[in-house]
């Protein structure tokens, strides 16, 4: 399977805490995204990070990718009640299409 | 970015009977994309909707059992042929737009 894995598979924390979720891919590698997933809807966007670079921010999410070991990271600081969801690491080969693979997902549950 | 609405957005159907499943895209895309997303798991492809062309489906689905249609840039239809309650799952529609995909909120199936 191509599928990516991640872990923690769930993830429970207090709220003002941080969260940290970690994604492994098998292949090379365009781009890698993240996303989330409230409650079996469906997936919102979160950051994009390309392969020539190494870490992002976006307001209180941090991701960081080292393509010598095929991972990335996603650090959620300070978490919100309303940051509990479903997060999914997905991928775009180098060969240039869109055709994602989604990692298996981290359920973070972020207790008020 | 792109919005992508579908319908319906949640059906209850018996087995041995097919649902179709719309999505429309607020603006023109030359490729759309369905998933899969089982109970508790991560999505999984199934087919690349192109339109003027048949879709291109992944391995382990056919075009027999899931049917697609995509006669413009803005629309497509996925048709659950035939179900069994396995075909129990949430159904997304995505589309491209720069580097990123944009999900439908999804699609939630239960067989009987």
């Known amino acids: 399977s191509q599928q990516g894995e991640e872990d923690p598979q769930a993830l429970s924390i207090q709220e003002g805490e941080n969260a940290t979720m970690n994604c492994s891919y098998k292949?090379?590698?365009?781009?890698l995204q993240w996303y989330r997933q409230n409650s079996g809807r469906g997936l919102v966007h979160l950051i994009l990070i390309r392969s020539n670079e190494r870490e992002k921010h976006s307001g209180r999410l941090r991701v960081t990718l080292d393509t010598s070991k095929k991972s990335s990271s996603l650090l959620i600081t300070a978490s919100r009640a309303a940051d509990t969801a479903s997060y999914f690491c997905a991928t775009v080969a180098t060969s240039g299409t869109y055709k994602y693979i989604f990692g298996t997902g981290t359920r973070l549950k972020v207790l008020a | 970015s792109a919005v992508i609405s579908q319908k319906p957005s949640r059906d209850i159907c018996q087995r041995g009977t097919s649902l179709t499943i719309q999505c429309q895209v607020d603006s023109q895309v030359t490729m759309m994309f369905w998933y899969r997303q089982q109970p508790g798991q991560s999505l999984t492809l199934i087919a690349t909707?192109?339109?003027?062309?048949?879709?291109?489906?992944e391995s382990g689905f056919v075009i027999d059992k899931f049917p697609i249609s995509r006669p413009n840039l803005t629309f497509s239809t996925l048709t659950v042929s035939n179900m069994s309650p396995e075909d129990s799952s949430i159904y997304l529609c995505s589309a491209p737009s720069g580097e990123t995909q944009y999900f439908g909120p999804g699609t939630r199936l239960l067989v009987l």
């Open positions: 909707a192109n339109q003027g062309s048949e879709a291109t489906y």
């Open positions: 292949t090379s590698i365009n781009n």
